[in-house]
């Protein structure tokens, strides 16, 4: 199983996210703290500005980002799949 870390950014996200996404995020954090590549997160490796991090489906409109160090997931921020990656 792997530590789960968020940064003050996703902190800050998700209290700003609808109850049913904060709700959701909690269901696929077991999901991610088992394995990031888990299907049913639909998890991706990202381009550009964000090389190296990943993103995980939430709900079909809003991603979370993400970045794997070792052992340990730092989560950084949630956020419509419009402006996720700007």
Not at 13 to 32: C, D, Y
Not at 37 to 53: D, I, M, S
Request: net charge positive; aromatic share 12%.
């Amino acid at each position: 199983m792997l530590s789960i870390v968020y940064t003050d950014e996703m902190k800050k996200s998700v209290r700003k996210m609808p109850v049913e996404i904060q709700g959701r995020l909690a269901e696929l954090i077991h999901f991610l703290a088992e394995d990031a590549f888990h299907p049913y997160l639909h998890t991706k490796p990202l381009r550009e500005k964000w090389r190296g991090y990943y993103s995980f489906r939430i709900t079909r409109n809003y991603r979370c980002i993400f970045g794997i160090d070792k052992n340990i997931i730092i989560l950084h921020t949630i956020d419509h799949r419009k402006d996720a990656y700007r």
